[in-house]
């Protein structure tokens, strides 16, 4: 005589709502050690405007994002 198993179907966890729209038209400064986790993990990660979303794309492709380079040339940094 077999035993069965009853197996409890499982969800996959939601993946965190990032930001959508025009900010994805343009490279973000992000710490370099964030990115690169954000790249194997698929964590999000946090820019200098504040958008938060997964890196994903060549940012060379793309154009800076004014915020960014607003807030970085102001001397902001990132934590």
């Known amino acids: ?3 069965t198993e009853t197996l409890t179907p499982t969800q996959a966890p939601e993946r965190e709502r ?3 729209g025009d900010h994805d ?4 400064y ?3 050690d ?3 986790r954000a790249y194997v993990t698929g964590e999000p990660i946090v820019a200098l405007c504040g958008k938060k979303w997964v890196p994903s794309r060549d940012p060379s492709r793309y154009p ?3 915020t960014c380079k607003e807030l970085k040339e ?3 940094t990132i934590r």
């Not at 038209?25 to 973000?28: K, N, S």
């Open 64 to 66: 800076l994002c004014p």
């Open 30 to 32: 992000a710490k370099k």
């Open 74 to 76: 102001a001397g902001w």
């Open 18 to 20: 990032t930001d959508e």
């Open 1 to 3: 005589m077999t035993q």
């Open 25 to 28: 038209r343009f490279a973000h």
């Open 34 to 36: 964030a990115i690169a």
